[in-house]
């Protein structure tokens, strides 16, 4: 199998099943990582893993160092990407606590630095984007989530933070064909994408999404759908590294 690194979004700061060999903090000409990276064995299978939010979780979604976390990742040597990422839920199906593991990505985001050809005098790449989520990867994820409550695609959107969203905010994206939105999908998926890494999103629903669910989202809410919904990940990463799919 090939190097897998895993990308720990919100609720996902370290893996428990990981077999730590090292830790390396790792220096980019784009500035430091969010965290060091920690190379490590599941089932025997050689994985990188590094918290987007820092561990402790302290950055917040507009200022993690997408282009330094996704360039560390291929300097250890990775050679596909899953991000594991908390989002909330907009279409009747993207219930809380459930998996989803998107098929497309709309970019709400802005002012960050999305691109690894930005420096003046470098030759203007248009990479193609029409797929953002490497096909054979979203499938090896879906095969794997043996016995787990899971959507097999739908359409990120990607937003600002690191407030939530409104609820006229929430009906425009719905009207746009979102069916999940989240904070940290973008740029990370087109810079994984410039530098030829596979890359799938392992979404992970914490709450309906604005005017979707209850009046007020709370953060209680979020935390106990969010424990259920890693510890699913975690045994749908397992059923992944395992070949059990």
């Known amino acids: 199998m090939k190097i897998t690194a895993i990308i720990g979004g919100s609720g996902l700061t370290q893996l428990a099943s990981l077999k730590l060999i090292e830790q390396q903090q790792i220096k980019t000409p784009y500035g430091m990582p969010s965290s060091a990276c920690t190379l490590g064995e599941i089932y025997g299978q050689k994985v990188i893993f590094i ?10 979604p507009h200022n993690i160092n997408y282009r330094a976390n996704i360039w560390a990742l291929k300097q250890m040597g990775a050679e596909q990407i899953i991000a594991v990422a908390a989002v909330g839920g907009i279409t009747s199906a993207m219930s809380p606590a459930r998996i989803a593991i998107p098929k497309q990505i709309i970019d709400y985001s802005y002012g960050r630095e999305h691109t690894f050809f930005a420096e003046a005098g470098q030759a203007v790449q248009h990479i193609d984007f029409t797929h953002p989520y490497d096909e054979a990867l979203r499938q090896r994820l879906i095969q794997s989530a043996t016995d787990l409550d899971i959507q097999t695609g ?17 009906i425009r994206m719905q009207r746009d064909g979102c069916d999940l939105v989240g904070m940290t999908g973008m740029p990370e998926a087109a ?8 890359y799938a ?19 209680s809410d979020i935390l106990k759908n969010l424990e259920k919904g890693m510890a699913d990940a975690e045994t749908l990463l397992q059923h992944f590294f395992s070949g059990k799919s």
């Not at 392992?202 to 953060?219: F, P, Q, R, S, Y």
Request: proline share 6%.
């Open 51 to 60: 918290a987007r939010h820092g561990n402790p979780h302290s950055i917040a």
């Open 191 to 198: 810079l994984a994408k410039e530098l030829e890494i596979p």
């Open 154 to 170: 739908g359409v990120y959107g990607c937003t600002q933070g690191p407030r939530l969203e409104t609820a006229a905010e929430i």
């Open 201 to 219: 999103c392992c979404a992970v629903i914490a709450n309906w999404a604005a005017g979707k669910g209850a009046d007020e989202i709370t953060m």
